[in-house]
């Protein structure tokens, strides 16, 4: 499956976005997805994730509260909806997939096996 996020940009704080994954080639409704961030200096940080079906989320807790993961199968997309954007928000926005594992608690790099390009999200003070 390939991946093509977009709807990154600059936003002050107390702002929102809203990030797209667009998918192309096989069922995503078999596919499982995560947001990870990745803020410059820092290592790969796991979001959202949401399950197969759309029906399960999991957060880290940061997040909580002001972003939420949805997953539309018929569209083959995935968006995260951040509200209340903080500085510290501000992160190159990856979006993954993985068919491996059922379940939604998935927070590793390591558990996808696809992954799309980022997109910068830069949140001002």
């Known amino acids: 499956v390939q991946l093509q996020a977009s709807g990154g940009g600059l936003v002050q704080a107390g702002g929102s976005l809203r990030l797209s994954c667009a998918a192309s080639g096989r069922t995503f409704s078999n596919y499982a997805m995560g947001w990870f961030r990745q803020a410059p200096g820092k290592e790969r940080e796991f979001v959202a994730s949401i399950s197969r079906s759309g029906g399960s989320t999991y957060y880290i807790d940061s997040v909580k509260g002001r972003f939420t993961i949805s997953k539309d199968n018929a569209k083959k997309t995935v968006y995260l909806q951040m509200n209340s954007l903080k500085p510290e928000d501000t992160a190159v926005y990856y979006c993954?997939?993985?068919?491996?594992?059922?379940?939604?608690?998935?927070?590793?790099?390591?558990?996808?096996?696809?992954w799309g390009q980022g997109t910068q999200v830069t949140v001002s003070s």
């Open positions: 993954a997939a993985q068919s491996r594992s059922w379940g939604v608690i998935l927070i590793n790099t390591y558990e996808y096996d696809y």
